[in-house]
């Protein structure tokens, strides 16, 4: 009996950026839930997907994106066979997503691509192409629809001791991702010594190269 896949969606994305891999996964056999990322904190962010992961009677492929790495590295549970970062945080013990994100040259997000409305964050619409989806042909649809996150979320340090050190990692390198430089991707999973494997993709990979994206979950579910 295949894993359930249980997908973690990143900041300015919702669980439709997974909808090419999970038409795959479902194809392939693989039980798939998409969960709906609140954006709202780390702490409670965690809290939802450690909920959806709980919820699965057996064995989960927990696999998240941009922040969604973030938090499954906070989330995973006893059940939790493999973790898949896929142009995805991999935080240690104090780290928060803004560091890691600036700790390389090459990203561009920041004041001058983002909207702040009340307390919550947006990557100007103008902008959303070239840092978030260049390779996405309906990139305007996705900057348009677009998820925001809360600002604080993206600040807060990590707690506790992170999954990556305990639970074998999967991770995929977006080498043309401008949201979080290719070059810190690289340096968190050579950290976590996760099996790491390089797309020319940008940030929105899932969206871009399901198949990729697919093949990469198939590899650490089939380990």
Known sequence: MNPTVVLVHGAFADSSSWSGVVERLRGAGYPVIAVANPLRGLESD??????????????????????GGVLITAAARDNVKAL??????????????LALSGKFPGGKLGPDTLNQIGGDLYIKQESFAEVFAADVPHAAVLAATQRPVFGGALGDEFPGE??????????????DDNAI????QRFMSARAQSH?????????VSVSQPQAVFDLIVAAATA
């Open 162 to 175: 992170p999954a990556w050190r305990t639970k074998p990692s999967w991770a995929l390198i977006a080498s």
């Open 181 to 184: 430089p290719a070059e810190a």
């Open 196 to 204: 790491a494997v390089e797309v020319a993709a940008s940030h929105a």
């Open 46 to 67: 965690a809290a939802a997907v450690a909920e959806v992961v709980e919820s699965v009677p057996g064995p989960v492929v927990l696999v998240g994106h941009s922040y």
């Open 84 to 97: 898949v970062y896929v142009a995805a945080f991999q935080p240690d013990t104090g780290e928060n997503a």
